[in-house]
């Protein structure tokens, strides 16, 4: 298949209905592009009902249904000692959902939830559709790689073989179209000076909040502050004035990437596509440690592309304030930087992977 076939939208006849289910969870990353794929395969095949499994976790079913997809939770384990115990009883439970749900297509996007739902498919006969985010595989799609149909990937050479198809980081697709007036409406930021955008996913927050925290004023010497620091993990008590702090947003989050001039972020997948589709310069700090240490290989392939610098976490608290106002000082750089990470960026990810999908509904 090639990577760049498209579904030719030939004449198609009212099917009954067939459910796709879509699994990942444990982070956020790994339910909106599910999300977004979803919602492009409603709009290629309205006769297929979408139906998420995700973690315990209380947010992610909730971001789920703001989204309007129907969703379960699954007690599903991390690696650990326990493991060998705690798999076979998540896969158990997985074969009971699926024998509920009937899905004909199974769509994972990876993390721990998906593997033991995956295993339960495959033993099942139920075709997988794996998308890999990173530029480098963990171990749950390295594992779940070995039985899905197809394989699509966001950058190129990530994984190789003849089921691997091109398709691009599916985002939200409300991320291009944020409002910088509404963004200052929400944070009441007056932006008399560039606004620093700081995103640390829900694992890697800490260690940037600790960092901001301590060197909040001289910060806000050169930029004001959008920070989005992750449900409970705030260091900063209260708002001085040019800094907004919100744990958690959803609706408003294009509206916060369009108010900004300049990103500190770790490196997951999909935060680096929505910086790449909102053309927003980044300072990089890899979360280190974590799956095959994906988020360094993400970094250095945003690096590449010439839109973001890396910052190691070792060297954040010594640099973080020079290379912001570096930036912040370089409108010139930030321009040429906002338009080398737009590169990164493939709008019609989500339709592609939604095609690859609608043919094994075929």
């Known amino acids: 298949m090639s990577g760049n076939a498209l579904y030719d939208g030939g004449p198609e006849r009212i099917m009954s209905l067939q459910r796709v289910l879509f699994v990942g969870g444990g982070s956020l990353g790994h339910i909106a592009p599910g999300i977004a794929v979803a919602k492009a395969l409603r709009a290629l095949r309205p006769d297929v009902e979408a139906h998420f ?47 509920e749900l009937q899905p004909a297509v199974l769509f994972s996007k990876g993390g721990y939830v998906s593997l033991p739902v995956c295993a339960a498919a495959h033993r099942m006969g139920i075709p997988i559709i794996l998308h890999e985010s990173d530029a480098v595989s963990g171990w749950a799609n390295w594992i779940v790689g070995r039985w899905a149909k197809t394989i699509c990937v966001s950058y190129a050479g990530s994984v190789k073989g003849p089921r691997t198809v091109l398709t691009g980081l599916p985002i939200r697709a409300d991320m291009a179209t944020g409002s910088r007036q509404r963004g200052l409406n929400i944070t009441g930021l007056s932006r008399t000076r560039p606004v620093l955008l700081v995103i640390g996913g829900s694992q890697g927050a800490l260690a940037l909040n ?5 060197h909040l004023p001289e910060l806000l010497d050169y930029c004001e502050i ?3 620091t992750g449900k409970g993990k705030e260091t900063v008590i209260g708002n001085p004035p040019g800094y907004w702090q919100c744990p958690f947003v959803v609706e408003e ?13 770790r490196a997951g997948a999909t935060t680096l596509m929505e910086l790449a589709a909102t053309g927003l310069p980044a300072i990089l700090v890899p979360l ?65 992977i939604a095609v690859v999908i609608a043919r094994q509904l075929a």
């Not at 991390?78 to 997985?94: D, E, M, N």
């Not at 989050?253 to 972020?265: G, I, K, N």
């Not at 010594?318 to 960026?345: C, F, G, N, P, Q």
Request: aromatic share 6%.
């Open 226 to 228: 959008i920070h989005l």
């Open 210 to 214: 600790r960092a901001v925290a301590r």
């Open 53 to 99: 499994i995700v973690s315990t976790r209380p947010e992610d079913a909730a971001f789920v249904t703001q989204a309007g997809f129907p969703v379960t939770a699954l007690d599903a384990p991390r690696l650990s000692w326990k493991f060998p115990w705690t798999f076979p009883l998540a896969v158990r439970a997985a074969r009971t959902l699926l024998r």
């Open 288 to 352: 280190e440690g974590v799956a095959h240490d994906h988020q360094r290989r993400n970094a250095e392939a945003a690096v590449a592309s010439g839109g973001c610098i890396l910052l190691e976490q070792e060297r954040l608290s010594k640099s973080l304030v020079s290379t912001v106002r570096h930036l912040i000082e370089a409108a010139d750089s930030r321009r040429t930087m906002a338009s080398a990470i737009r590169t990164l960026y493939k709008p019609e990810a989500a339709r592609q």
């Open 253 to 265: 989050y294009p509206h916060l990437f369009a108010t900004a001039d300049l990103a500190l972020s």
